[in-house]
């Protein structure tokens, strides 16, 4: 798919929730993830690059004064790890302009093998910080709701501890898909391993994307579900120990 040039779905210029600080936030396009929650199903369709890292690099720089000591950019999706020579480009200028980089992933593409782990590896010298979704800690429950298994992202999450990689984890609190207690104190054991985790959100599931479903032709399959109230979500900080995390006070 790759062919130097980023397939860029749309700009975000004043990001405030994909990591520290005002962001600059670059959703690529391309997933092959289909988690049933997702409210960006517009990004999954994998296709041809046509902008190159300069350019886009030269886009967000115009933002600069903006991002302060604490901002910076952003790379989300659909999954940034599908165009990952776009994004080591990418990150290699930023990082000689002095920019804070940002990774959203799922980790789905996440692999030891080569050619993908020595480009990852690469990729991590050029990279502060990764916003990593955990979507299930199930196995088959993971499968179910998204449609691949999670064994390679949780190695993904293991190794980045092993290199000392600040992580932010995120978990998308879906009711009676993501919200069992066992399955959340299992999540809670997990997280609790790694030595990298700088915080961990718990990020409610909203309906607001489920117009995108329509709009694409395909059935949404949580309709029904409404989002989990206030109780629910309660309980689920706690029973993840999400305050235990030291920028926690700063959300």
Partial sequence: MENGK???H?????????????RYVIFLQGCRMRCQFCHNADTWKIKEGSETAEEVLRKALRYKPYWKHSGGVTVSGGEPLLQIDFLLELFKLAKQKGV???????????????????KF???????????LDIKHINQAKHQQLTGWGNDNILDMARYLSSIDKPVWI?????????????????????????????????????????YKWKELGMEYPLEGIEPPDKETIERANALLHTADYQDYKNM
């Fill in 10 to 22: 749309s700009i975000e210029t004043f990001g405030s929730v994909d990591g520290p600080g005002v």
């Fill in 121 to 131: 590896q690469e990729l991590m010298q050029y990279t502060d910080l990764l916003l």
């Fill in 170 to 210: 995120r978990h998308v609190l879906v009711p009676q898909r993501s919200d069992d207690e066992e399955d959340l104190k299992c999540l809670d054991a997990f997280v609790k391993t790694l030595h990298n985790v700088k915080r961990f959100e718990v990020l409610p599931y909203h309906t607001l994307g489920a």
């Fill in 100 to 118: 804070h980089t940002v990774i959203d992933t799922c980790g789905n593409p996440f692999t030891r093998e080569e050619p993908f782990f020595s």
């Fill in 6 to 8: 980023g397939a860029i």
